[in-house]
């Protein structure tokens, strides 16, 4: 939200109030309050008629300072609330001079002048971060009501991240952003998941602690600053050092949760019956043994809406004509190895016997005159779950029961983001703050259920709306994109912002939702969407079978499908990660890159993990350019090396793409491609690239419930590799030193052909019970 009128003046009606400069100071246990004036304060007189700002500073968390900046606070504190997970053990300390004071957690440190002028600046290990400066922080009223404003300097060259899934370019510099949850799309400004966080390049991020509609203006009103306002008297906001953006990351997830581990299964590739098809149980019967009778590994099938009746949504009840038996179809399909999931929103139409009962019972949300709130868009007469009401939750999550009673495993838990503000919540909530926060307590009744009924580590949702927090609830997809290389690109930034957002699993319609693709595009698609930590087959009005879109579609499915299952040692150990230290499995290449200048604006490849680097190919022809750091990268497919830094121009058949794994990796591949949930750790081929003299590295092989499987160390010592398991059982291993054809002597192990398509390098078998391969190198 734009306040000034160019650099100098303000625009029409707006009234500023400024912190002036520090009057007065409290310090309490683990505390400062900091009084500032808005006009200078010279004699007892000024101190009449003289508003005063007020900022208060805490730590949740050791290296993150809480800064909240109040001018008038009589008003109720309404929820909700952003849960913050604080650290028991967090500490601070305050110190002072003649020239100021300042406050200190861990080694991240707020400043504020007792000079002349209002200033505070955030500090870590001797380095100024970014400060408040004169007239940055503002307490305002316009006509539209009051608002609090920070404005937080940007150095040069410092860039922004985050903010949630956004569409537009990663880098959000020159942006303005809304927080605000809207059905928009995926290409427009608007977003399903809107997260009021952002980290810069320059080793920290700020967390605004409001779910209400906080306005960003991101180098764009102020083109030196970040600014961030909401309506109110109140703003609160954490500043949380890296120095990495890892360590921000990490840091970050840590206050508002980790997303869990979702099972394995969800790994695999998911079919669905798409939007409005005409469906029945002959019709997917047919479409999941035309997966099978076609070699295409498949792990969940999804029914979307039309599995309940038409305007009926969601009453919960399959719909009696097409679906006269569910009980028994749902057991003929998982006795073909399936899980089930099934489409939910949280909105109840007025024809379903649920809107008449939920009105009785008072979970709908209601208007201030008592009466139901409804609309007729999606829904005809449609009310709203108010999941504020304890009861309404309760009522809503037993419905989900009686469907995984029935079989079902999961739940696509559709739309949230269309929330009223002209409504009273159960709990008194302010509707502003719920429209945003409504998603969370939504993904998290659903994901709460699913937990209950099937135990940690096996409940997975694929949901489409979120906020900050929202990560604990895994997984979510990006929306309803188009058929079209475009909305390809598009849906892939909006996954590279969500990740900088702190959200470690995500998905996307794979060729696209609306419209139905050309083969290329569905074909080029692919690829990508095995190469994403979960991968999901759905439209809108066609069906999403391959072989609706041509033989090489059929093939390209049938490699990527299988090859991701061979990939699921690393990629759950990725999975893993996510869980434990909240980085995303999917990760922008500045992440992983921060040192390194051309990675920082690069939103059309990323990192699967920390070892592999993915390229989606966005045109007919196949033509790439894409970027590699520093170091021998290998084609993970086909062995090819290529040499970074530097741009890469290619062309790429249909069906091929730069999968390229980092210098000094270790891939460990599993034994099987016919599934994605099966004994890592049993026939682990570690497939070793590139590894330096000096180098080693531990690579960690959970089994499919996510507790250890298996330990390796692999270590470099002039022209010997030394690979040891440290952890596991006596299940067979294999060692592959990919690029290297012939080897001096192999302790503990022989020697095996290498299989025709693989990408080449000498194979070993450990011997039966080895502990340790030692290869020795010519």
Sequence with gaps: MKFSDGYWQLRDGVHPLYPVHVRDVAVGANSLSVYAPTRRVTGRGDTLNTPLITVDCTTPAPDVIAVRVSRHTGGRARGPRFRIDADPAADAKVTRDEESVTFTAGALSARFSLGEQWRLDFLAEGRILTTSAPKALAALRTGDGHYLREQLNLGVGELVYGLGERFGPVVKNGQTVDVW?????????????????????????????????????????????????????????????????????????????????????????????????????????????GMAERGLPLSVFHFDTFWMREFHWCDFEWDPVTFPDPAGMLARLKAKGLRICLWINPYIAQRSALFAEGAALGYLVRRADGDVWQ???????????????????????????????????????DFGERIPTDVVWADGADPLRMHNYYTH????????????????????????????????????WGGDCASTFESMAESLRGGLSLAWSGFGFWSHDIGGFEGTPDPAVFTRWIPFGLLSSHSRLHGNESYRVPWH????????????????????????????????EGLPVLRPMALEFPDDPACAH??????????????????????????????????????EVLTGPGWIRRRYGIGDLPVLVRPGSVV??????????????????????????????????????????????????????????????AAPWRVQLVGITTVAAVDAGRLTPSPAADPGGVLIDADADAHQVTVHLH
């Excluded at 939504?442 to 990560?471: I, K, P």
Aim: aromatic share 12%; hydrophobic share 35%; proline share 7%.
């Design 375 to 413: 609309w007729d868009q999606w829904q005809a007469g449609m009310g709203l779950v108010d999941f504020t009401n304890p009861g309404a939750r309760q009522w809503f999550q037993d419905k989900l029961r009686g469907l995984l009673d029935l079989g079902v495993d999961c739940f696509k838990s």
């Design 441 to 476: 307590l939504y993904n998290e009744a659903v994901f709460d259920v699913l937990r209950e009924h099937r135990g940690d580590g096996e409940a997975v949702l694929f949901a489409r709306s979120a906020t900050a927090g929202g990560q604990q609830f895994p997984v979510h």
């Design 668 to 729: 460990p591949l599993g034994a099987r491609d016919d599934r994605p949930d099966y004994p890592y750790a049993d026939g682990v081929t570690l497939r070793v690239y590139e590894l330096p003299d000096g180098a080693g590295t531990t690579v960690d092989i959970p089994s499919p419930q996510g507790r250890p499987g298996a330990t390796f160390t692999v270590r470099r010592a002039g022209t010997t590799v030394e690979v040891r398991r440290d952890y596991g059982s």
């Design 181 to 289: 949850n809207a059905d928009g799309g995926t290409s427009s400004e608007q977003a399903y998941k809107n997260v009021p966080f952002y980290l810069t390049s320059a080793g920290y991020g700020v967390f605004v602690d409001d779910p209400g509609p906080v306005s960003f203006e991101v180098g764009s009103e102020a083109v030196s600053r970040v600014q961030f306002s909401v309506p109110g008297q109140v703003l609160s906001y954490l500043v949380i050092y890296g120095p990495t953006p890892r360590d921000v990351l990490r840091k970050y997830t840590a206050l508002t949760g980790r997303p869990a581990l979702p099972p394995a299964w969800s790994f695999g590739l998911w079919l669905s019956t798409s939007f409005t098809t005409s469906y029945d149980e002959a019709t997917v019967t047919s479409i999941v043994d």
């Design 602 to 639: 690069l939103d059309r490849q990323y990192m699967l993990g920390g070892g592999i680097l993915v390229a989606p190919v966005f045109s007919v022809g196949g033509d790439v350019t894409f970027y590699l750091p520093a170091g021998r990268w290998t084609d993970l497919r086909g062995g």
């Design 549 to 580: 879109f041509g033989d090489d579609a059929v093939a390209v499915l049938r490699e990527y499908t299988r090859l991701k299952a061979r990939l699921m040692p690393y990629l759950y150990g990725a999975a893993v990660t996510a869980h434990r």
